[in-house]
C-alpha cells in the first residue's frame, strides 16, 4: 500500500499521493456495455479501482451495482454480449483490453484467479475434483505430468481437506458445501497467482462455515503475499477482511477509502445509508432508516423513536403476561431415511447399512411464544427451524409432540383438513423468497386477495377496497396492485407478501428468513415495516433466521437450535450479549464484526 | 456398477411383463371373433374353428394367457397365413436386414447432427447455427416416407446415380455367405468387394432417409443442451482458470451435454424403428417392418403380432443399453450417494 | 416427427437463449421500478400482447397467417374447388401440372389440387380430435400424479410406462389393427401412444409447483387442494402443455399419414394426403412426381406451421413475457 494517510475519495486522486510500485491491478475511467434485445445497456460506468500488492480491497454495492461485471471486465471473461467500451484496466502495467485472448488465457489461472458463488455448481459435476485441479496445472504448465497428481493433493492438503489423497477421486456432488469451495479455492490457487478474485464466495454458507472459509483464504493470501479483491454486499464482511473498501451504486463507484474511514466517517450518501441499514450490534431498528428516505417511509410512523443505548435490543411492547398464544412441547418431526437404491438394494447389499431407519429433523423440542410477543428461531442450515416453524403452521404434520394454540391443540388436527377451519386465519406466514411465494399469473391485488376471498367472507367491491387499505397500510403504492410479480422489485414483491399474510388480521405470524433474498437498505425499510404492523395489529411472530443481527435487532426471545434440538433460549439481550453455551458462542463469534483498533 | 447393471435389468422386467400383456390383450381380446382374425378373410367355418381349438381361444382368457406366454417361451410366434412358415423364423430371417438399415441410418445422423449441435452452440448466430436451426425445425416437420421418395426421384430419376430402389442388392448379385446377416460386414469377410460396393449402393438413399430422419430431433436437442451448459456455472469456472478452448468445450462443456442427448437417443430410437417401417416400404426393403405391412395388406394377423412383439422386445433391449451408457458418462447415477 | 424430446427440464423448448451473464445475486432493489402501464388483465390486454407478439417476431406472425388459412381450407375448401375430388377422368390421366389442373392429375385423371384441399378437413379433423384426447387423458392425469403423488403418480406411471416400452407407431400400427381400420381408431391409436408424453410433462410440471411458496400460501389462504390445482398450478402449467398441444397436432398428422400410407385408417377413394403420397409413390419412379409430391409437401408445410405455432402460442399466454 501507498501512504495510509491519504485517500482516495469521489474517485479523485488526491495530490500527494504517493506509491512506491506502480499498482497490481489499476483499473481507469472503465465503462462496459451489454447489448441487449433492447438497446444498449451500460452496467458500469467510469469505474476506478486500484489494488497494490499485498492489498485486499473490498467492492461492496447491492444487486445492480455492477461490482461482479467489474471484475468479469478484469478478467476479461465478460458474456458474448458485454464489451469494454472505455477505459483501461492494467495488470502489472500490462493492457488487459488490448492483450490477445492467448495472452489473457495464460493470465487466468496463472496470475489471476477467481473463485465464484454458489461453489458445487462451479466444479464439473462428472469429473473428479483431483483431476480438475490436474487440468488447471496442466493448461499452466505448473508441473511435469508424473508429478501433476502430487501437486493436486499437495493443493487439497492447504486448503484444509481432510485425507487427500482419497477425496481426489471424489465427486462435487459427495462433498458438502464447505469442501467445495475449499476445492474452487484450491483451483484458484493451484498456479499460485498474484491476485484472486473472490466474487461473493460466502453468500449461501452458513455462518459458520463462512468464516472458515475466509479465514482459509486470508490465511492462504498472506501467506503467498497475494493481493485480493473481495466482492461482497455485506458491509460487515468487506469491514472485517479488507484493508480498503470501494461502494459502488448502479454501476459507479461512489466512494473509495480504507475500511476504518468508511465505517467510521462515510463520506458519501449512499455509503451513510448502506452503514446505517446494516444490522449490527449497539442500534435499534429505527437506527437503520435514514431522515429522508420519503419513497419508502412507512406510513404509520408519525416520528422516529429515539436511537436505543448501547446493548440494548429493540424495547419490548405490548407484552402480555396472560396465556402464553403458542405453546410447543416436546415436537417431534422423522423422516424415513432414504434407502440408497430403493427396496432391491436389500437384496444386492452385502452388509446392512448401519445408520438407523429414521431421522429426526426435530427431536423433542419445548417452547412458548406469548401474546404480542417476537421469538427469534436461529440456527444454521438443517438444524430444524424450518421444520418446526412449518409444523406450527400446520402445514406438514407432527410426528410426536404437542402445539397448542390459545388453548387449543392444533397439533392433533391433520395438515390437510386445517386449510378449512377457521383457525387458520390466525396463523399465518410470510416467506423467504417473495418471488416463489406469489403465484406469477396472479396480479399482486389477486394475491393480497386470496386469504380475504377464502376466509374473509367479504366480497366484490368490499375485496377491492380492502386490498387498497391492505397495500396502503405496507407502503405499496396503489398503482402496482394490477401488476405481476415479475414487474415488481424485490422490495415490492416482499410488501405484497407481507399485506396477504396480514389480510385477516392474524394472532401469530411466522416469519421464515423473510428478509435474506433482499437488498440491505430494503431490508432496513421492511423490518421497520414488520415491527410497526406488529405493533399496531398486537400480533406475535416467530422469527425464523440464521442472522443473528437481525434478530437482535427485532426479536424480545431467541431459541437458538441445532441439529434438531435447542441449545438455549431466553431473552435476546442475555443470550446474545452473554451465551451460556458454547454453540451459541461460536455462532457469534462467526459472524463478522470489524475490529479497529 | 455390477450393481447398477444388475438394477437396471431387473427394472427392465417389469416393462417386459407390460409387453407381453399388452400384446396378449391386443390380439386376443380383439373386438369381434379374434380366431376369425387369424384364420384370415378366406377361411371357412371349420378352419375358423380349426384355429380356435389350436390356439386355445375357445378357453377363459386366464388359461389363454399362460398358453400365450408358453408359446412365448417355446419361440413359438404362430404361423403366417400367406407364406404357411413360422413367423418367428420369417422374422429371425428378415432381422439383419432391418437392422442394418437402422443402424446405419442413425450413424449417418449422429455423425452429422451432433458435430452440427455443438459448431451451432459454440458460434452463436452464424451461418451454421441458422442453419442447424432450420433443418431441426424444417426436418421435425417433414414427413419420413415422403423425403424418401423425393430421394428416390432426385436421385435416382433425375440424376440417375442411385440405383433402383428394388431391394437390398441388385440381382446381378448374390447375397453373400450368412455370418452376421449385415451384407456389409458379410461380404468384407468373404472378401467379395463387389457385393460390398453393391449392398453399399442399395444402402444409400434409405440409410440417408432415415438419417434426416433422426437428424432433426439429435440437431436440436445437441444444441439447447451445449448452450446450457456453456452458460453454467462451472464452465465458467474453466474459462475463468484459463482452460484452452478446445478443453473446455470437449473435456468440460461435451460430456456433460452429451447427458440429455444419451437420454434423447431413446426416444430417438422410438421414431426410428416407426419409421424403419415406412422406409422400408418405399424402398421395398425386406425386413420386418415390409413383412408386418404385407401381412396387414393380407389380413394376415399372427405376423404382425410377431412384429410389435419383437420391435418392443428390441426396444426395452435398447433402452437398457442407453441407460447403462448414461450410468458409465454420470457417476452420480453409478455412485448411490 | 417432431415430439420435443424429453429434457431435465421440460418447459425448455428447442432453443436456449444466451441470456447475460451478469444475474442479479439479488433481485432488483427498489430502484427504478417500472413506468406506470396500463390495467394488466381483461380481454383488450390479451388482444393487446396478442398484435404485439406477432408483430414483433415475424415468423411467429408468418405461422398464424399460415394457420388461418389451413382452418379456412379445412371449412370451405369442399365448397371452393374446381373439381370433384373423387370424380375420375381416365382420359385426362396422369396430366403434369398445366393450368387447368394446377397440381396435375393421377393414375385415375382425379385433379390433384382438388385432392389436397379437401383432404386438408380430414387430416385436421385428426390432428384437432387426437390432441383434444390426448390433453384431456394424459394432460389431466399427469397433472393429478404429479400433484397429488401416492397412489395416482404410481398408477399413471405404470400406464406411461407400459406404453412407452414400445416403439410408438409400431404401437398405434397394432392398435388400430387390432380395433379395426377406421378413421375414430386412428385417432385414439394417436392419442393413446402421445399419452406418455403429455403425462409425464404435466407431471413434472406439477411437481414443480407441489411445494412452491405460492402453493404453500395459497393453502395458508384457505384453499382446498382441488382448488389449488385447477385456480392456481393448472393456469400456470398451460403455457407450456398449449406448445406441446400445438407440436403434438404436428405429430398427429404425421401419424394418421404414415398410417394411412401403409394402408391403416384411411381407403381409398378417401382424399387424405398420406394415402395420397402412397398411391403416388409408384409413380415416383417413372417420373410423374407430382401426385406424391403436392400432398405431401401440404403435409410439411402443415406440420411445420403447427411447430412455429406452438412458440407464438407460448408467448401469448405466458404473462412473464407480457411488459
Redesign the interface.
Known amino acids: 500500500m501507498g501512504c495510509a494517510t491519504s485517500s482516495i475519495r469521489n474517485g479523485e486522486p488526491e495530490f500527494g499521493v504517493v506509491s512506491e510500485t506502480v499498482p497490481l491491478l489499476e483499473v481507469a475511467d472503465l465503462t462496459v456495455e451489454?447489448s441487449?434485445r433492447r438497446g444498449v445497456v451500460r452496467?458500469v460506468e467510469h469505474v476506478d479501482v486500484r489494488v497494490a500488492k499485498g492489498e485486499t480491497v473490498g467492492i461492496v454495492g447491492?444487486?445492480?451495482s455492477g461490482k461482479?461485471?467489474t471484475s468479469?471486465a478484469v478478467?476479461r471473461?465478460?458474456?458474448?454480449?458485454?464489451r469494454i467500451a472505455q477505459g483501461a484496466v492494467r495488470f502489472t502495467g500490462l493492457d488487459v483490453r488490448a492483450a490477445s485472448e492467448n495472452e489473457?488465457?495464460?493470465?487466468?489461472?496463472?496470475e489471476m484467479?477467481?473463485i465464484?458463488?454458489?461453489p458445487r455448481?462451479?466444479?464439473?459435476?462428472?469429473?473428479k475434483i483431483g483431476r480438475q485441479i490436474e487440468?488447471?496445472l496442466e493448461?499452466?504448465s505448473q508441473a511435469d505430468s508424473a508429478a501433476l497428481t502430487d501437486r493436486a493433493i499437495e493443493m487439497l492438503d492447504q486448503v484444509r481437506i481432510a485425507r487427500p489423497r482419497e477425496r481426489y477421486h471424489a465427486?462435487p456432488?459427495?462433498l458438502s458445501g464447505g469442501m467445495c469451495q475449499r476445492v474452487?479455492i484450491a483451483?484458484?490457487l493451484a498456479c499460485r497467482p498474484q491476485l484472486l478474485i473472490a466474487d461473493?464466495p460466502t453468500?449461501g454458507l452458513d455462518v459458520t462455515t463462512q468464516k472458515t472459509v475466509m479465514d482459509l483464504i486470508v490465511e492462504l493470501t498472506r501467506q503467498r503475499g497475494m493481493s485480493t479483491i473481495l466482492i461482497t454486499?455485506d458491509l460487515g464482511l468487506a469491514a472485517t477482511y479488507c484493508d480498503r473498501v470501494v461502494v459502488m451504486e448502479?454501476g459507479r463507484v461512489v466512494e473509495s477509502a480504507p475500511s476504518r474511514d468508511i465505517f467510521t466517517a462515510p463520506a458519501h450518501p449512499y455509503t451513510r445509508k448502506l452503514m446505517r441499514a446494516t444490522p449490527r450490534p449497539g442500534v435499534s431498528l429505527g437506527d437503520l432508516l435514514l431522515e429522508d428516505e420519503l419513497?419508502?417511509r412507512i406510513p404509520q410512523r408519525q416520528t422516529r423513536s429515539a436511537p436505543c443505548p448501547q446493548g440494548e435490543s429493540a424495547a419490548p411492547s405490548h407484552i402480555n403476561d396472560g396465556a402464553p398464544l403458542l405453546v410447543v412441547e416436546k415436537l417431534v418431526k422423522e423422516y424415513a431415511r432414504k434407502r440408497?437404491?430403493?427396496p432391491?438394494?436389500k437384496i444386492?447389499a452385502r452388509q446392512p447399512t448401519p445408520e438407523p431407519d429414521t431421522f429426526r429433523a426435530v427431536d423433542g423440542i419445548s417452547f412458548t411464544v406469548a401474546r404480542g410477543e417476537s421469538v427469534g428461531l436461529v440456527g444454521e442450515s438443517g438444524c430444524g427451524k424450518s421444520t418446526t416453524s412449518t409444523m406450527v403452521?400446520r402445514?406438514i404434520d407432527k410426528s410426536d409432540g404437542v402445539i397448542m394454540f390459545d388453548g387449543e391443540d392444533i397439533g392433533a388436527i391433520p395438515a390437510?383438513s386445517f386449510?378449512?377451519l377457521p383457525l387458520?386465519?390466525r396463523i399465518?406466514?410470510v416467506?423467504?423468497?417473495?418471488?416463489?411465494?406469489?403465484?406469477?399469473?396472479?396480479?399482486a391485488a389477486r394475491?393480497i386477495a386470496?386469504?380475504i376471498?377464502?376466509?374473509g367472507g367479504t366480497r366484490g367491491r368490499d375485496v377491492r377496497a380492502r386490498c387498497e387499505a391492505l397495500a396502503r397500510q405496507v407502503g405499496l403504492p396503489l398503482?402496482?396492485l394490477?401488476?405481476?410479480p415479475?414487474?415488481?422489485?424485490?422490495?415490492?414483491?416482499a410488501r405484497v407478501?407481507i399485506a396477504?399474510a396480514i389480510a385477516l388480521n392474524p394472532d401469530l405470524v411466522v416469519l421464515d428468513e423473510p428478509t435474506a433474498?433482499?437488498?440491505v437498505?430494503?431490508q432496513a425499510v421492511v423490518l421497520n415495516l414488520l415491527q410497526e404492523l406488529k405493533e399496531t395489529l398486537g400480533m406475535s411472530y416467530l422469527f425464523v433466521s440464521h442472522d443473528l443481527n437481525v434478530v437482535r435487532l427485532l426479536c424480545d426471545r431467541v431459541i437458538v437450535m441445532r441439529a434438531g434440538r435447542i441449545v438455549e433460549q431466553g431473552p435476546t439481550a442475555q443470550i446474545l450479549v452473554s451465551p451460556q453455551a458454547q454453540y451459541t458462542r461460536d455462532l457469534l463469534a462467526a459472524v463478522p464484526h470489524p475490529t479497529f483498533a | 456398477m455390477l450393481r447398477m447393471l444388475a438394477k437396471r435389468m431387473l427394472i427392465a422386467v417389469p416393462s417386459l411383463v407390460g409387453v407381453v400383456i399388452v400384446t396378449f390383450l391386443l390380439t386376443r381380446a380383439l373386438p369381434g371373433d379374434p380366431a376369425a382374425y387369424f384364420a384370415g378373410p378366406a377361411a371357412t367355418k371349420e378352419a375358423i374353428e380349426q384355429i380356435r381349438v389350436k390356439l386355445g381361444l375357445d378357453k377363459p382368457l386366464y388359461l389363454q394367457f399362460i398358453h400365450y406366454v408358453g408359446d412365448l417361451a417355446r419361440g413359438d410366434l404362430g404361423n403366417s397365413l400367406t407364406t404357411g412358415q413360422s413367423v418367428a423364423h420369417e422374422i429371425k430371417t428378415r432381422l439383419p436386414a432391418s437392422a442394418e438399415l437402422t443402424l446405419l441410418g442413425l450413424i449417418v445422423s449422429m455423425a452429422i447432427a451432433v458435430p452440427l449441435g455443438i459448431l451451432a452452440a459454440t458460434r452463436p448466430n452464424s451461418l451454421v447455427d441458422h442453419l442447424c436451426r432450420v433443418i431441426s425445425t424444417a426436418g421435425v416437420s417433414l414427413p419420413v416416407f415422403f423425403t424418401g421418395l423425393i430421394l428416390i426421384y432426385v436421385f435416382y430419376y433425375l440424376l440417375g446415380w442411385a440405383p433402383a430402389p428394388l431391394g437390398r442388392l441388385d440381382v446381378f448379385f448374390s447375397p453373400p455367405p450368412h455370418v452376421t446377416g449385415f451384407y456389409l460386414i458379410d461380404s468384407l469377410i468373404a472378401g467379395e468387394g463387389e457385393v460390398f460396393t453393391a449392398s453399399l449402393k442399395q444402402l444409400v438413399l434409405p440409410a440417408l432417409t432415415l438419417g434426416i430422419f433422426a437428424l432433426a430431433p439429435i440437431a436440436r436437442m445437441t444444441r439447447a443442451s451445449m448452450l446450457a451448459v456453456l452458460a453454467s456455472d462451472f464452465v465458467r469456472t474453466a474459462r475463468a482458470s484459463g482452460l484452452a478452448p478446445l478443453t473446455v468445450v470437449v473435456t468440460y462443456a461435451f460430456r456433460n451435454a452429451m447427458l440429455p442427448v444419451v437420454t434423447t437417443l431413446g426416444m430417438v430410437f422410438s421414431f426410428l424403428l416407426g419409421a424403419n417401417v415406412l422406409v422400408e416400404k418405399v424402398f421395398a426393403w425386406p425386413g420386418i417392418g415390409s413383412f408386418a405391412v404385407e401381412a396387414l395388406i393380407a389380413s394376415d394377423f399372427a405376423p404382425l403380432q410377431g412384429f410389435v412383439l419383437t420391435m418392443a422386445v428390441m426396444y426395452v433391449a435398447l433402452n437398457l443399453l442407453i441407460d447403462v451408457l448414461y450410468g458409465v458418462i454420470d457417476p452420480r447415477v453409478r455412485i448411490e450417494a | 416427427m417432431n415430439k420435443a424430446a424429453s429434457f431435465p427440464n421440460p418447459s425448455q423448448q428447442g432453443g436456449a437463449e444466451q441470456t447475460v451473464a451478469v444475474a442479479p445475486l439479488r433481485p432488483a432493489s427498489a430502484g427504478g421500478a417500472p413506468a406506470l402501464a396500463p390495467r394488466n388483465t381483461g380481454f383488450s390486454a390479451t388482444l393487446r400482447h396478442a398484435r404485439y407478439i406477432l408483430g414483433e417476431n415475424a415468423v411467429t406472425g408468418f405461422a398464424f397467417a399460415l394457420f388461418l388459412v389451413i382452418v379456412l381450407a379445412a371449412l370451405l375448401g369442399p365448397y371452393l374447388v374446381p373439381y370433384d375430388p373423387l370424380a375420375s377422368d381416365t382420359a385426362a390421366a396422369l396430366k403434369a401440372p398445366s393450368v387447368a389442373h394446377w397440381f396435375g392429375t393421377d393414375q385415375l385423371g382425379r385433379d390433384v389440387f382438388s385432392r389436397v384441399v379437401v383432404a386438408t378437413r380430414l387430416d385436421f379433423f385428426i390432428a384437432v380430435a387426437s390432441v383434444a384426447l390426448v390433453f384431456l387423458m394424459g394432460g389431466l392425469a399427469g397433472v393429478a400424479a404429479g400433484f397429488f403423488g401416492g397412489w395416482t403418480d404410481r398408477i399413471v406411471g405404470r400406464i406411461a410406462d407400459t406404453i412407452m416400452a414400445f416403439p410408438l407407431f409400431v404401437l398405434a400400427m397394432g392398435i388400430v389393427a387390432a380395433l379395426g381400420n377406421t378413421v375414430e381408431n386412428v385417432v385414439l391409436a394417436t392419442a393413446i401412444v402421445n399419452f406418455p408424453l403429455y403425462a409425464r410433462i404435466a407431471r413434472a410440471e406439477a411437481n414443480i409447483r407441489r411445494e412452491a411458496g405460492f402453493v404453500l400460501a395459497a393453502r395458508l389462504s384457505g384453499n382446498g387442494e382441488m382448488r389449488i390445482l385447477l385456480a392456481q398450478v393448472l393456469p400456470n402449467i398451460m403455457p407450456i402443455m398449449v406448445v406441446q398441444m400445438s407440436l403434438t397436432m404436428g405429430y398427429a398428422i404425421l401419424n394418421a399419414a404414415g398410417l394411412s400410407f401403409i394402408g391403416l385408417g384411411v381407403r381409398p377413394p378417401t382424399a387424405e394426403w398420406g394415402i395420397m403420397v402412397a398411391e403416388g409413390a409408384a409413380f415416383m419412379v417413372s417420373g410423374e412426381w407430382w401426385i406424391a409430391f403436392f400432398p405431401g409437401a401440404a403435409l410439411m408445410v402443415a406440420v411445420f406451421c403447427f411447430n412455429l405455432l406452438g412458440d407464438g402460442l407460448r408467448d401469448i399466454v405466458d404473462p412473464q413475457r407480457r411488459t
Do not use: W
Open positions: 451489454f441487449t452496467a447491492e444487486s445492480g461482479s461485471v468479469y478478467m471473461i465478460l458474456d458474448r454480449a458485454g489473457m488465457r495464460d493470465l487466468r489461472g496463472r484467479s477467481m465464484f458463488q454458489n455448481a462451479a466444479l464439473n459435476p462428472i469429473r487440468d488447471v493448461q499452466h465427486y456432488f459427495e474452487v483451483l484458484a461473493e453468500t454486499h448502479k419513497e419508502l440408497t437404491g430403493g432391491l438394494a444386492f403452521m402445514l390437510k386449510a378449512k387458520r386465519k399465518q406466514m416467506f423467504q423468497d417473495p418471488t416463489d411465494s406469489l403465484n406469477p399469473r396472479f396480479t394475491a386470496d386469504p376471498l377464502r376466509l398503482d402496482l394490477d401488476r405481476f415479475h414487474q415488481l422489485s424485490g422490495g415490492q414483491k407478501g396477504r433474498a433482499l437488498d437498505s430494503v
